[in-house]
């Protein structure tokens, strides 16, 4: 949450850290601010409510000369978004200007203290309270800033990933981070901050990601010192990153979203690549195959994550217990880390997070390791915390995933989960090699009927036509498919706003069919798989009631013509893969509706990309 930037070098920093502020829209974007010292020492400072778009068009009448800044994209905790409570927030005397991404939880109680001493605030913010903390702490000892940071970020309790600048100094900045991302770029005579690369990666592909209780002290001529909070000093290894700036563009879709569901056969080849061979029929993750004991051995797999990525295990259960007779426990990161789990050493743990970021994934996993489980990521950004934090662990490989709405990473999660599930089960034994080489192959051939359904584009968007007069959905799976009724359920009501649940179908009986009358859309997965029966038996129910049945079905499926509304056909494949392919119409159905209901699709109200916030 909150995305942050600052520059100093010899170019002019405004148009770089306003760019930069674009790529970070995704983590926050209900107000926004700059501030930049001038040759002459002079700071001034912009902030406004909204969009980044916003605050460049503010911008457009004021100063905004000099070679040194910071700027920040906020999602408000703290105080509502406002002009105010945006930041960069400045200290009494004006000095000093703070951006922060995080949260300061002691922060009334260091707030009353600067009260007693004299300081005055003019916003509801946390962030407000450091910024003043620092320089009260500054002139009361009389020392240097990096010093006054030190001593300030002793005195904190929480999370933060902050740069701060000081009025008078254009050649310096100062950055720190605990628990909220902070990668500083090394370009030839300028440097980068940021909450993640994307602001970076157009001038240098060069980073250090700083570790927590770090501080960066950038000075415009030298090479950054890194010291810790109690000031030993580090050396960190400089790291090439190999992202483009092409795969942070939208390559001509009109929103990030689109460009990702049509990116997935690509995004599916490029995660199995070197993994998944078919000619030698193999599958070899390096991460399961160096630690195959702590998952052969153990006696439970716990699944910890949020969202999106919490549904992707909910299918890793079904297939980690079906492959590999492991029992399987997937748990919402934010209940486990706060409700005394029992956690045995002989337990594997999986944490799934796309961002890598997840404040409550990232406790979570830190609960499990003091019980000295062993942890395995499932991540997507590469050098995030949770890949650092975790014992080991497989990427997703599908490049910077940039729509609010998570679409490629969570089938790039499925296909890691099901290479683990085969890579597993063949090492314990627990599959027939007829039936992995089956799977094996079916796994392969994914992508390319993925692409199938890709190309039934248009029909969806029709079909999406008809249902935004709805203000209700409800989507139904059975087996392998109930995670994806959840997912879809959540697709839609995150970018289209329209209330939708998932259900179990079976369960409709014990309560929820009260729900359907001829106004209820009910979104049926109804694949060739071995639920098919139930799942028809179930749809009747709701057709008796009346209900508007959209029935996701295999290719030359017959019996639901006759009982759905409307029918959307897709290939046929193992039970075990389904969702894979499920999820893509369910993808761009609520893409759609999304777009009929003119939502910002790649920026819905409310949420951010990476919820580095408990
Ligand atoms: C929904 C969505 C969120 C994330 C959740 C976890 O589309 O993106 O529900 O899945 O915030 O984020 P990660 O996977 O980054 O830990």
């Not at 920040?72 to 004006?94: F, L, M, Q």
Request: overall charge negative; hydrophobic content about 40%; aromatic content about 8%.
């Amino acid at each position: 949450m909150c995305g942050i930037v600052g520059y100093i070098g010899y170019r002019e920093a405004f148009p770089i850290l306003i760019k930069g502020l674009y790529h970070l829209e995704y983590r926050g974007y209900d107000s926004a601010g700059i501030a930049l010292i001038n040759s002459n020492g002079g700071m001034n400072i912009y902030k406004t409510k909204g969009r980044v778009s916003e605050l460049e068009e503010f911008c457009k009448n004021h100063d905004v000369s000099g070679t040194i800044g910071i700027a920040h994209t906020r999602w408000a905790t703290h105080g509502e978004p406002n002009n105010i409570n945006a930041h960069p927030h400045y200290s009494e005397s004006k000095n000093l200007a703070l951006i922060h991404n995080g949260i300061i939880e002691n922060y009334t109680v260091l707030k009353k203290q600067l009260i007693q001493n004299g300081y005055h605030f003019q916003s509801n913010t946390d962030t407000e309270v450091l910024v003043q903390l620092i320089e009260y702490i500054k002139e009361l000892n009389n020392v240097d800033l990096c010093t006054a940071v030190q001593l300030a970020l002793g005195q904190v309790i929480g999370a933060y990933a902050i740069v701060v600048m000081e009025k008078g100094q254009n050649d310096r900045f100062i950055a720190a981070r605990k628990s909220s991302p902070l990668v500083l770029g090394i370009g030839k005579d300028e440097f980068f901050i940021a909450s993640d690369a994307s602001p970076i990666i157009e001038y240098t592909n060069k980073v250090i990601y700083l570790e927590d209780e770090e501080i960066a002290i950038v000075h415009r001529h030298e090479s950054p010192k890194i010291v810790t909070i109690g000031n030993i000093e580090k050396t960190r290894e400089i790291i090439q990153l190999e992202i483009s700036l092409s795969q942070l563009e939208k390559g001509g879709y009109p929103h990030f979203m689109l460009k990702e569901i049509f990116e997935q056969p690509q995004t599916l080849r490029d995660c199995m690549r070197g993994r998944v061979d078919i000619t030698c029929n193999n599958v070899v993750l390096s991460g399961i195959i160096d630690n195959k004991k702590q998952f052969c051995d153990a006696k439970r797999i716990i699944i910890l994550a949020c969202g999106t990525s919490w549904h992707a295990g909910l299918i890793g259960e079904y297939l980690l217990e079906e492959f590999c007779r492991i029992p399987v426990e997937v748990e919402y990161s934010s209940e486990f880390r706060y409700r005394n789990p029992v956690i045995y050493p002989d337990d594997a743990v999986i944490a799934i997070s796309q961002s890598g970021e997840t404040a409550d994934t990232l406790a979570a996993i830190d609960l499990a390791r003091k019980a000295g489980a062993f942890v395995y990521g499932i991540c997507n950004v590469v050098g995030s915390s949770i890949a650092r934090n975790t014992h080991s662990g497989s990427y997703t490989h599908v490049g910077p995933e940039i729509g609010v709405a998570s679409t490629k990473a969570f089938t790039a999660q499925l296909i890691v989960l099901a290479m683990m599930s085969l890579c597993i089960a063949r090492e314990k034994k627990t599959v027939t090699e007829e039936r992995f080489l089956k799977l094996l192959k079916e796994l392969d051939r994914i992508p390319d009927k993925v692409e199938q359904i890709l190309r039934t584009d248009e029909s969806i968007k029709n079909l999406s036509e008809i249902f935004t007069y709805a203000h209700n959905f409800i989507y139904l799976g059975r087996g392998y498919n109930y995670p994806v009724a959840l997912e879809g359920a959540l697709k839609l009501k995150e970018i289209s706003y329209i209330h939708a649940e998932g259900y179990p179908a079976a369960e409709m009986k014990h309560g929820p069919i009260a729900l359907i009358d001829s106004e209820m859309p009910v979104v049926a997965i109804a694949t060739d798989n071995g639920m098919y029966d139930k799942v028809i038996s179930n749809i009747q129910e709701i057709k008796a009631r009346n209900g508007r049945i959209i029935a996701i079905v295999s290719e030359n499926d017959t019996a639901m013509k006759d009982i759905a509304d409307y029918v959307i056909e897709i290939p046929a494949t193992e039970d075990c893969f389904d969702p894979l392919l499920t999820i893509i119409p369910l993808q761009l159905l609520s893409y759609h509706i999304a777009v009929t209901k003119r939502r910002d699709v790649d920026r819905p109200r409310n949420l951010a990309k990476s919820v580095t916030v408990e």
